[in-house]
C-alpha cells in the first residue's frame, strides 16, 4: 500500500505561481510512475501531468505544457508541481496519483493509488 498527501494549494492571483507537494510513504519507491491530476466543479478529472520512477520522463497534458513542471526527489519520497502563470481556469483541487504498472499513462483509471487533493483557487 502507498499513501499519498498532498500540499501546497491555497489562493493565488491570476499570473501568479503555486507548488504543489506529494509526499508518498508505505511501499515506496523509484519503480512508481506518478501523476497529477485536477478536477474542477462540476468538470471531470483531467491529467495534468506525469513523471517516470528515476524522474527522468516526464509527460504533460499538451494545453499545460510550458507553464507547469512536474519533478521528484526519491530520497524525499516527494513529488512535486511547479505551476507557474496561473489561470482562473486553472482553479480544481489537484490529485497527486501514482501506478506501478502502466507508465506514463494520462487515463486516471491507470492509478492505483490517490491522494485526498488540493484545492488551488486563482483569481482574477
Known amino acids: 500500500q502507498v499513501q499519498l498527501v498532498e500540499s501546497g494549494g491555497g489562493l493565488v492571483q491570476a499570473g501568479g505561481s503555486l507548488r504543489l507537494s506529494c509526499a508518498a510513504s508505505g511501499r515506496t519507491g523509484s519503480t512508481y510512475t506518478m501523476g497529477w491530476f485536477r478536477q474542477a466543479p462540476g468538470k471531470e478529472r483531467e491529467f495534468v501531468a506525469a513523471i517516470s520512477g528515476s524522474g527522468i520522463n516526464t509527460y504533460y497534458a499538451a494545453s499545460l505544457k510550458g507553464r507547469f513542471t512536474i519533478t521528484r526527489d526519491n530520497s524525499k519520497n516527494t513529488v512535486y508541481l511547479q505551476m507557474n502563470s496561473l489561470k482562473p481556469e486553472d482553479t480544481a483541487v489537484y490529485y497527486c496519483?501514482?501506478?506501478?504498472?502502466?507508465?506514463?499513462?494520462?487515463?486516471?483509471?491507470?492509478?492505483?493509488?490517490w491522494g485526498q487533493g488540493t484545492q488551488v483557487t486563482v483569481s482574477s
Open positions: 496519483a501514482g501506478n506501478s504498472r502502466r507508465g506514463l499513462v494520462a487515463s486516471s483509471t491507470s492509478y492505483e493509488y
